[in-house]
């Protein structure tokens, strides 16, 4: 099963193009390291998957041919933002709450265990929490919902190195312990080489590079890394304005 499947996708805002012919299958059951410099269409693509905005060319589906933003889709997948929507005059234990009302599916002891486990307590206001805290407040938000494809954009851009680490060794125990897909977009390549098992390069709104990691590196000769900046590097300059990230 493919948890994001596209044929020719666009969007497009006003006369600029974010994504254009974007067709791309990810498989489930990895962890997808989407990269791609500022303009490269990594949110549009993201936010587009799970129903924040629509595509102005071509289609999209999800979890094996599900609309995005259908009932379906929603209740099996988990998303976190750059600019997660934390209230920071709640304390955890309302954040917790008001989640908990706004979701169908949801598991509170795997909420409030996972919390105990990384030391956040119930009473703090999320406002005094640190960066890592509230990353790891908002991806257990996500993971309570008991998701099948857990989408991450950009949850490492305003993290300190420790907790870089503490946070992705959260997604690889969520995939491996509950089965789950993770697509995670970051510009942090030398973390995500350790973690990722499937890579998607875009560049200028258009796929550069998709397939296993596995797969690339014995075709290519080299890691993660090294192979996608080959593909960076070699982007060729668009005539269209890029919008959107």
């Given at each position: 099963m493919n948890v994001i499947d596209t044929v020719r996708l666009g969007k497009r805002y006003r006369r600029s193009w974010a994504l254009r012919d974007c067709t791309l299958a990810i498989p489930g059951g990895h962890i997808a390291a989407l990269v791609g410099p500022n303009g490269a269409g990594k949110t549009t693509l993201l936010t587009m998957a799970v129903g924040l905005t629509r595509p102005t060319a071509g289609t999209l589906t999800v979890l094996g041919g599900e609309p995005p933003g259908s009932p379906a889709a929603l209740d099996?997948?988990?998303?976190?933002?750059?600019?997660?929507?934390?209230?920071?005059?709640?304390?955890?234990?309302?954040?917790?709450?008001?989640?908990?009302?706004?979701?169908?599916?949801?598991?509170?002891?795997?909420?409030?265990?996972?919390?105990?486990?990384?030391?956040?307590?119930?009473?703090?206001?999320?406002?005094?929490?640190s960066g890592g805290q509230k990353a790891q407040l908002a991806l257990t938000i996500a993971l309570a919902r008991r998701p099948?494809?857990?989408?991450?954009?950009?949850?490492?851009?305003?993290?300190?190195?420790?907790?870089?680490?503490?946070?992705?060794?959260?997604?690889?125990?969520?995939?491996?312990?509950?089965?789950?897909?993770?697509?995670?977009?970051?510009?942090?390549?030398?973390?995500?080489?350790?973690?990722?098992?499937?890579?998607?390069?875009?560049?200028?709104?258009?796929?550069?590079?998709?397939?296993?990691?596995?797969?690339l590196i014995e075709t290519h000769g080299a890691g993660l890394e090294e192979i996608a900046l080959r593909h960076l590097r070699a982007r060729v300059p668009s005539s269209r304005t890029e919008a959107g990230q």
């Open positions: 099996h997948i988990g998303f976190v933002a750059q600019d997660a929507p934390l209230y920071r005059n709640l304390p955890v234990a309302g954040m917790l709450h008001l989640a908990r009302n706004l979701n169908r599916r949801w598991d509170q002891r795997r909420a409030t265990g996972r919390l105990a486990q990384l030391e956040i307590p119930l009473r703090q206001k999320v406002g005094e929490l099948a494809l857990l989408v991450l954009d950009e949850p490492l851009a305003a993290l300190d190195p420790v907790a870089r680490e503490d946070f992705l060794a959260s997604v690889v125990a969520a995939a491996q312990d509950d089965g789950i897909s993770v697509v995670l977009s970051s510009h942090v390549l030398a973390e995500l080489e350790r973690v990722a098992t499937y890579l998607v390069v875009l560049t200028s709104g258009e796929v550069r590079v998709a397939g296993a990691v596995r797969e």
